[in-house]
């Protein structure tokens, strides 16, 4: 399987989501990534990235600053990952979502995704960045919390 053969999926993934629009990027440190910007018909600027790095095995949503990466080995795997991360990037568009980050100065220590954070359907997706909380351990740098909110979006 080839990054063609990914991106020649994804109009059949997206039919799914017909409240949303999507559009293939590049990456500016890697080209070749398939990446899709997914943004809600009635928000267009709350916009997700799905990204799948050249290797196949990397897949990425990021949104709002947090990312959340799964992997895929074999190709018969692969297409269901991307449509995993396309319908999570889907929902985290529409909302109600929160998104909580956590920083000592410029590093980003730990972030949370939380999805219909009050609701029945929550989901959460929890990120640590060891390294640089360690480093802003050591250092006894402050770690800021930032919680941003995203109101649900009803087609």
Partial sequence: MQISDLADMVPELMAKHPTHTWVRTSSKNFPA????EIAPDLEPERKARVQVT????VYFMDFAGHGVTDFAYEDEDRREVLGDQIDLAARVTLGP???ILERAEDLLVRSTLIVDPDGPGREEFVTSYT???LTA??????????VLEFRGLHP
């Fill in 33 to 36: 990534d398939l990446v899709l």
């Fill in 54 to 57: 050249t290797s196949l095995e």
């Fill in 97 to 99: 979502t929160r998104v």
């Fill in 131 to 133: 390294p640089a909380y």
């Fill in 137 to 146: 351990r050591l250092f006894r740098r402050e770690v800021v919390r930032e």
